[in-house]
């Protein structure tokens, strides 16, 4: 039986500090519409920019998962992204009034609560599972760091950690089914060792760390003289070690709680694959750096197969939905840098292109005189002014907006285009179009062939008068 997607009855907020920068934050969930996706939104900053919690925008793994859209960041957010996977939520908006999601007590059980207090509720549209088809790995064999994920009919995540500790030794944590997420995995608190305590808050980290969201752990013995320098170090109690070499404000909640928290983090960090996954996770000495990597990993494949596209039907004889006057009155381009003839299929998200290439094009003087060939950048520079045609077409008065390149990424040439050759481009939205902000896909063919394709992100801005 397919599953639906699911989303919040009503909002909710958490409050607390941001483990690195201190500072005390809301941060409000709120239901969001069907294929909405997890987005954050800065309510503290000027118009309220909104971020998309995917995996290629991971800008920081080095202490927690921070991501940045547009120079915009967040930080810290893996327990609140296990949260929403565990709980098999798709679809919500995040708007939280600062850099970084609160820590909390360090693990996500208290978001959880929150979240199931909020209630839950199906949508229409069935959830869009992406299946793991062959083994997919990420390895770095100098640290010793492995995490593959095999072929499988649901999720499931078994992990062993080993740093060389006497007080951990070698610990493994399995979470065979996400029902189980809440109550045997959720409650794991984050770890740290003694000795990196003083370091981290010279750098400037850690300022909203206390003893009350983290396990701290003696890997090795220490004066008490020293535990308490510590402890005035970060203006807290004076505090003992207990006999299993962790600090005696907590008890651990299971043997293998550090084990069971990096479970926490990986189902944190594949959260941002943007889809739920099928498949099993192996994955040894894990970290958010190595877990980003697998999710980079298998959202590409996600495009790729999502993108590949068969060459667009193309009948030269067709009336054009837009003809070369019409488009003028679209496009502020004039010649020769007008690079496109006509439009062929508009639809509320696709669009359909041509351009005709010729000998009489100006830039093949220069490019290159014995071996005309188009230049790249002008290939994406008519795929995005196609892109341009199907943006403005959505807005009142075209004429008075133009479409700016903010990023082109994963561009690629993988044939050349000559004087005779017809380019056929189709883009279609990879998002919603939000705040202005437009992200696409396009393709440009030749024959059957694709010659360009590449992502461009771009934004509306009205003229100015």
């Known amino acids: ?138 390895s770095d064999e100098e640290k010793g760091i492995e995490i593959v994920i095999f072929p499988d009919d649901k999720l499931s995540v078994d992990v062993m950690i080993d740093y060389n500790s006497k007080v951990l030794g070698n610990q493994y944590a399995t979470l065979s089914r996400l029902q189980d997420f809440e109550h045997e995995v959720a409650p794991c608190r984050t770890f740290v060792f003694f000795h990196e305590l003083e370091f981290l808050l010279k ?3 850690i300022k909203g760390g206390d003893l009350e969201n983290a396990i701290v752990i003696l890997d090795k013995e220490v004066p008490q003289e020293e535990l308490d320098r510590i402890a005035d170090l970060f203006n807290k109690p004076r505090i003992k070690r207990n006999s299993e070499g962790v600090l005696n404000n907590v008890d651990l909640y299971f043997p293998n709680e550090p084990a069971r928290h990096k479970l926490l983090d990986i ?45 667009p039907e193309y009948n030269p004889n067709a009336i054009p939905v837009y003809d070369i006057n019409q488009i ?75 479409t700016y390149f903010l990023k082109i990424d994963k561009v690629k040439f993988k044939r050349k285009v000559v004087p005779g050759d017809t380019l056929v481009f189709r883009l279609e939205y990879l998002a919603p179009v939000r705040r202005g902000i437009v992200y696409m896909f396009g393709q440009a063919f030749v024959g059957d062939e694709v010659a360009t394709e590449g992502e461009l992100l771009a934004q509306i801005v009205k003229n100015k008068e």
């Open 203 to 205: 750098n400037n980290l």
């Open 267 to 311: 189902i944190g960090d594949i959260a941002l694959i943007g889809r739920p996954i099928k498949g099993r996770i192996v994955a040894s000495r894990p970290g958010h750096y190595a877990n980003n990597q697998l999710a980079r990993k298998i959202r590409s494949l996600i495009k790729e197969e999502e993108t590949k596209r068969v060459f």
């Open 328 to 402: 003028k009155s679209i496009l502020p381009h004039r010649p020769p840098f007008l690079l496109v003839d006509k439009i062929m299929a508009v639809t509320e998200s696709t669009i359909v292109g041509v351009k005709n290439v010729t000998m009489n094009e100006g830039f093949f003087a220069g490019h290159f005189p014995d071996e005309p060939i188009m230049p790249g950048v002008l290939q994406v520079e008519a795929m995005a002014q196609v892109g341009g045609i199907l943006v403005l077409t959505s807005v009142p008065d075209p004429e008075k907006y133009s």
């Open 1 to 138: 039986m397919s599953k639906k997607q699911k989303t919040l009855k009503k909002p909710v907020t958490l409050s607390g500090k941001g483990l690195h920068t201190g500072m005390q934050v809301d941060l409000t969930f709120s239901p969001a519409p069907e294929d909405h996706g997890i987005v954050f939104r800065r309510t503290d900053l000027e118009g309220q920019p909104e971020l998309h919690a995917w995996a290629e925008y991971v800008s920081d793994t080095s202490r927690g998962t921070t991501i940045e859209e547009n120079g915009v960041k967040v930080g810290t957010i893996e327990h609140v992204m296990a949260a929403l996977y565990g709980l098999e939520i798709d679809n919500v908006l995040m708007e939280i009034s600062g850099p970084e999601a609160p820590i909390i007590d360090g693990s996500s059980k208290f978001i959880v609560r929150a979240l199931k207090e909020a209630g839950l509720v199906e949508q229409e549209s069935e959830k869009n599972f992406y299946e793991i088809k062959e083994k997919i790995t990420w």
